[in-house]
């Protein structure tokens, strides 16, 4: 009974690919994320959605395109893989506007490398 | 400007001691959350502890808790008792916005090493 979960784990493509990341959540939270996890470990935000509706796009490049068919589900497709694109991607969601309850829960995050 | 910083990349604990790994933020929000999370080799993110901005005593979950100094916009977050397992990178970050539009703005890392 996975909280968060992300698919694949591992992803390994070549420059100019298209890839999707897929992310579910069974935890009925209606906000979900996509952090981007560079090689010095830092990690930065990429979108939130909130109900299906797309809220925060922190310049992310157009070729990242996140979509949310339902609450659950937040999928993250890339066009045009460039080797910067190389990185751990979390998933995580959280139930806003719940004081200390909101944390947000993290998915086990997807290792993309664009060779 | 860095909304959270930690000048700490890296610590080095024997195993049993105590440890404070720091953390500074700033915002002018009056409203905000701050959270450590620890991040093991396998690489998931593990949620520690939660602080809220209006909360008046200071966090404690188990072996971790935080010393928060609001006046000086600082959240450490201490781990009693060190254990060999806590080796790790450990994140602070600070939830910003709210109702929908929230996002965790997250520190560079400390990387933990417990000594035996």
């Known amino acids: 009974d996975t909280a968060v979960s992300q698919t694949p784990k591992y992803l390994v493509t070549q420059m100019g690919n298209d890839k999707s990341i897929k992310c579910e959540q069974n935890l009925g939270h209606d906000t979900m994320y996509w952090y981007k996890q560079d090689s010095k470990k830092f990690l930065k935000i990429m979108f939130s959605y909130n109900n299906k509706e797309l809220i925060i796009n922190e310049t992310v490049p157009n070729r990242f395109s996140p979509k949310s068919p339902d609450k659950a589900h937040l999928n993250l497709h890339i066009n045009s893989l460039e080797l910067g694109d190389s990185a751990v991607y979390f998933c995580?969601?959280?139930?806003?506007?719940?004081?200390?309850?909101?944390?947000?829960?993290f998915g086990p995050g997807t290792r993309l490398t664009v060779t | 400007a860095q909304k959270i910083t930690q000048t700490q990349p890296g610590m080095f604990v024997q195993e049993k001691e105590a440890v404070t790994l720091d953390c500074t933020y700033d915002t002018s929000d009056p409203s905000y959350g701050l959270f450590w999370y620890k991040q093991p080799s396998s690489g998931e993110m593990i949620f520690l502890i939660y602080?809220?901005?209006?909360?008046?005593q200071n966090a404690t979950e188990g072996r971790y808790s935080l010393n928060f100094q609001k006046a000086r916009k600082s959240a450490n977050l201490v781990i009693s008792a060190s254990q060999l397992g806590d080796s790790a990178m450990y994140f602070c970050?600070?939830?910003?916005?709210?109702?929908?539009?929230?996002?965790?703005?997250f520190g560079t890392g400390t990387r933990l090493t417990i000594i035996p």
């Open positions: 970050a600070m939830r910003e916005g709210n109702f929908g539009n929230e996002k965790l703005t």
């Open positions: 602080q809220g901005s209006y909360d008046q």
């Open positions: 995580a969601s959280s139930q806003v506007g719940q004081g200390r309850l909101d944390e947000q829960y």
